[in-house]
């Protein structure tokens, strides 16, 4: 077999085969990265969407604490309220 590549007046040549390779491995490289690549789009979106799901949940979580901070509260007020008024009762 000659040389695969050589350099000549009209500047670097390669042989067919060389180039055939060559031009097979940048196609399947190029396919492998726009795999990759759609994979990891794929992903992002399914993360996106199980952060936004989270994110919900938290919410809903937070307003039922508050919820039932603000019952507990009432609760505690009214206690003291009833407290007062038996007292004011047992006083008259």
Do not use: F, P, Y
């Not at 050589?6 to 180039?19: E, F, M, W």
């Not at 690549?37 to 992002?44: E, G, L, N, V």
């Not at 938290?58 to 309220?81: G, N």
Request: glycine residues 6%; proline residues 0%.
């Amino acid at each position: 077999m000659g040389k695969v590549i050589k350099n000549s007046d009209r500047g670097v040549t390669i042989c067919k085969g060389l180039a055939w390779i060559i031009l097979s491995v940048l196609v399947v490289a190029g396919i492998w990265v726009g795999t990759q690549t759609a994979t990891m789009s794929s992903d992002i979106r399914e993360l996106e969407s199980d952060l936004n799901k989270a994110v919900i949940q938290v919410a809903a979580e937070v307003d039922k604490r508050d919820r039932l901070a603000a019952r507990k509260a009432k609760s505690a007020t009214r206690s003291a309220s009833h407290t007062h008024l038996s007292r004011g009762m047992r006083d008259l």
